[in-house]
């Protein structure tokens, strides 16, 4: 198995394919060859198809042979995260409860992803109904983060971003209701988008909570770029989506002449030293592409995480919350106790946290006016032990113990400002060897602002999973 062959980007893989220099059962036996090769160590699969994307594999050979693929990721393997759905295939959500589960229907995005011809080969590890920041269950176990297998590849994309850090597979799925594409992004080191509300289809109820996206994960900008031009576009099924179908550029000017603001805290999270350090650095490679950084106040308030976790419990735990007479003994420590606190939320305690938000956009909207986009960090620390649990543990961020669910993120009030596209993009390595990652916010529905920044970013410091950039596990 060839490093350089797993760790090639998917817009190169394309290319080789079409050129016939590169076969995808070449690629893809390399890829399935490292998943097994790292399963005991990271866990970042669930159910896996291995034989059948063989077989689909040596199908999209023989197109490109002949010069008729299916569509633009014909032979490519796509991980998906292990919670929309395939028609007659498992999907566990990682729970028990749903062990045994069969799709009767496939999920929106994963039905354009399919039409371009991309190859399924394995679903990728989430915690429980998506419902925490870090990637275990009781069904799947524990998934680790590839870079330090002692601390979390974070979630609820958990299995997505340590697959792509792992370079078991070339583009990855995720969803994001409180940063779970943002989170494991920034800890893995991989690149995560969370696009404007409405802009990628969804599975009914959660198309219509706004904070929560669907949205790409990827080794690379262009490979977020076109993954995401898969995904977006209104739905007949989905009645948050919007037109027109945005499709994103793969080329963009330089950022000269920008104006960018930056904020350390967003004025409410405690921030570990080495996440300010390489955040820091981040901003002054804009300034050197010719780009103004300016530290900024946005004027959040200090409840803002607060109000955000009342939302999330009042919609996402209420709907765990069906569960618990059935089947609560069958759920994980943290998810029981998500739903059992939505047992106590009221319709005020919802209201006040729109509220909230209608007034943290009132400060954010002309910032972002005044401003081309606002840098801050992805997560306030690098990551916490893979064992984590937020209904039992604690965690303290430079020295100050904040809230164990989302607490040592700064992902969750851009859900909540949910029609703002932000990418994660990585930023650096903390002293544990853990990635940190750098959240590029755009004004609201331009989502190329956040694509222009990023890829420049991303050129200036000559990209990432190079040689010597790669996990040693």
Not at 85 to 93: A, E, F, L, N, V
Not at 156 to 172: D, K
Not at 344 to 363: M, R
Request: contains cysteine; negative net charge.
């Amino acid at each position: 198995m060839s490093e350089d062959l797993i760790y090639m980007t998917a817009t190169e893989a394309m290319r080789r394919f079409a050129e016939k220099s590169l076969s995808p059962v070449e690629l893809l036996d390399a890829q399935i060859a490292r998943a097994e090769a790292t399963a005991e160590n990271v866990n970042a699969f669930t159910h896996t198809h291995f034989d059948e994307a063989r077989d689909a594999a040596k199908a999209a050979e023989a197109r490109w042979a002949k010069g008729t693929p299916a569509g633009c990721l014909d032979g490519l393997a796509v991980a998906i995260k292990d919670e929309s759905h395939i028609k007659g295939k498992p999907t566990s959500g990682g729970s028990l409860i749903m062990k045994d589960f069969v799709a009767e229907h496939t999920s929106p995005m994963n039905e354009r992803i399919l039409k371009e011809g991309a190859i399924v080969h394995a679903r990728t590890a989430t915690p429980e109904f998506s419902c925490a920041g870090v990637t275990w269950s009781r069904l799947w176990g524990v998934t680790r983060n590839p870079w330090n297998t002692d601390k979390t590849p974070g979630g609820s994309s958990g299995g997505s971003a340590a697959s792509l850090a792992l370079g078991t597979t070339a583009l990855a799925t995720g969803s994001d209701i409180g940063g779970s594409i943002r989170i494991p992004a920034s800890c893995c080191g991989v690149v995560g988008f969370k696009p404007p509300y409405g802009r990628n289809p969804d599975d009914p109820p959660f198309n219509l909570d706004f904070y929560c996206h669907t949205g790409p994960l990827a080794r690379s900008v262009a490979d977020t770029i076109l993954l995401q031009n898969i995904m977006a576009g209104p739905h007949p099924l989905d009645i948050s989506t919007i037109y027109p179908k945005l499709t994103l550029p793969t080329e963009y000017p330089d950022i000269r002449g920008w104006k960018i603001a930056l904020s350390m805290d967003l004025d409410c999270f405690e921030v570990d030293e080495d996440v300010r350090k390489n955040t820091l650095a981040a901003a002054q490679l804009f300034r050197d592409l010719g780009a103004t950084v300016e530290e900024v106040k946005i004027g959040w308030p200090p409840e803002i995480l607060d109000a955000c976790m009342d939302y999330l419990t009042h919609l996402f735990g209420g709907a765990l919350s069906t569960e618990l007479d059935e089947h609560g003994d069958l759920m994980t420590s943290y998810c029981r106790d998500f739903a059992e606190k939505a047992m106590g939320s009221s319709a005020q305690t919802f209201v006040a946290s729109l509220e909230v938000a209608g007034q943290a956009y009132l400060k954010l909207g002309p910032l972002l006016e005044e401003y081309d986009c606002l840098i801050c960090p992805t997560n306030a620390l690098p990551a916490v032990p893979a064992v984590f649990d937020p209904s039992k543990d604690t965690v303290r961020v430079a020295g100050k113990e904040v809230r164990p669910e989302l607490g040592w993120v700064m992902t969750t009030p851009f859900n909540m400002m949910s029609r703002c596209p932000v990418i994660s993009v990585p930023s650096g390595f903390a002293g544990n060897a853990v990635p940190t990652g750098l959240q590029i916010v755009a004004p609201t529905y331009r989502d190329e602002i956040a694509m222009q920044a990023a890829m420049a970013f991303e050129a200036a410091i000559g990209g990432w999973y190079g040689k010597g950039q790669r996990p040693s596990v």
